[in-house]
């Protein structure tokens, strides 16, 4: 396939760069939010509430399971207008609000209800309407820059700045200090993927994908990486996808593999598995994919090095589901960047 012809023509913006950057931009990224003057009543904090829509929404929700193994908070996503009735308990909360353009109704809403609150915040976007609030109301903000404003794209960027600020919070429990795990997990990418490799699956996979319908299924905290990959899909190549979680899909989604026929013989499932999973997750993994693959899905299970640590394998999942996606707009010919619906359906509310 001539990929670069098909990039020429329908990626407007360069996105394979982008992704190529996706460490070095993690580890800038880090830097910035661990640089963070958080107030005391942060840190303090048992539990945190991450504001954000689409791409930049992401990055908490991808936390939220990361701190599950390994935080020492819960954490909540919140994608809406509401804040929680439950901070009213008593219960030490801290917020943090990602907008890439500062600018999206929903997170202003809630965080000015948290303002309201009296919850301490930290803001993280590259300017517009949340710069100018978090100024006047001196709610600590972490600037950045990225070459275009799609926050999907720039993920490394969302996910690494509030990494950042979790760790300076001490809201991970990691064995080593965190930016020795935020270096290891950079240092074992350099070192074992290989990204040749890695764009050359990405298109092995987009065309094993073109054409089908895409569930995306993770384990633990591969599962808001599938979530990830379904974005991507939906986003960038401007297909039908899904994510849902091992091992719940089992209880449900395996016994409605069934009908429309039609669905399920045009249908991909796509199993992030890695080391890191529970063993009886792996199992179920292959079992339901050898199943559904039996009455006519296409099955793929995408490899990352497993030489990785957890964070170094979070990433390189995250980067390859990039490429894959990425790779599968060019089939369809679509430029990954587009995305007037959303903008058009932001304009019409
Ligand atoms: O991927 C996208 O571009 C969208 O899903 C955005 O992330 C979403 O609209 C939120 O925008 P912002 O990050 O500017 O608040």
């Known amino acids: 396939m001539e990929y670069d012809a098909l990039a020429k023509q329908y990626d407007s913006i360069d996105m394979m760069k982008l992704i190529d950057a996706e460490p070095a931009d993690f580890q800038k990224a880090f830097d910035l939010g661990y640089a963070v003057d958080l107030p005391p009543s942060f840190a303090s904090a048992e539990h945190v509430i991450g504001m954000g829509m689409g791409g930049s929404g992401m990055a908490y929700s991808i936390l939220k399971d990361f701190a599950r193994v390994f935080g020492t908070v819960s954490v909540e996503v919140v994608s809406d207008y509401w804040l929680p009735s439950y901070v009213k308990s008593g219960q030490k909360t801290a917020v943090m609000i990602t907008s890439f353009s500062g600018n999206t109704e929903e997170p202003l809403s809630s965080v000015e209800e948290a303002r309201q609150a009296g919850l301490p915040i ?8 949340l710069a100018t609030w978090s100024k006047e109301h001196n709610v600590p903000y972490i600037p950045f820059e990225y070459p275009v404003s799609l926050p999907r794209v720039g993920i490394a960027y969302t996910l690494g700045i509030a990494l950042g600020v979790f760790c300076k919070a ?9 930016p020795n795990v935020v270096k290891a997990a950079l240092d074992g990418i350099a070192q074992h993927v290989h990204f040749n490799e890695m764009k050359t699956e990405g298109q092995r996979l987009a065309e094993l994908l073109k054409g089908k319908m895409i569930y995306c299924i993770g384990a633990g905290w591969s599962y808001p990486v599938a979530i990830r990959w379904k974005g991507q899909f939906n986003e960038n190549a401007k297909v039908i996808a899904f ?16 009908l429309p026929e039609i669905i399920r013989t045009n249908s991909a499932v796509v199993f992030l598995d890695s080391e890191y999973d529970h063993e009886r997750n792996r199992k179920r993994n292959q079992l339901v994919g050898h199943d559904l ?3 006519g899905v296409t099955i793929i299970y995408p490899t ?30 679509k430029d990954p960047a587009e995305m007037t619906r959303i903008e058009d359906l932001k304009q019409r509310l």
């Open 122 to 129: 930290v803001s993280i976007a590259t300017g517009g309407q």
């Open 170 to 178: 001490g809201f991970f429990k990691f064995d080593d200090s965190a």
């Open 293 to 295: 693959e039996a009455t």
């Open 243 to 258: 994510a849902e979680p091992m091992p719940e899909m089992c209880h449900n989604m395996y016994l409605g593999y069934e």
């Open 304 to 333: 990352v090095s497993d030489e990785l640590s957890p964070l170094g394998t979070l990433l390189a999942q995250i980067i390859l589901g990039d490429y894959v996606s990425y790779y599968l707009a060019l089939l369809n010919k």
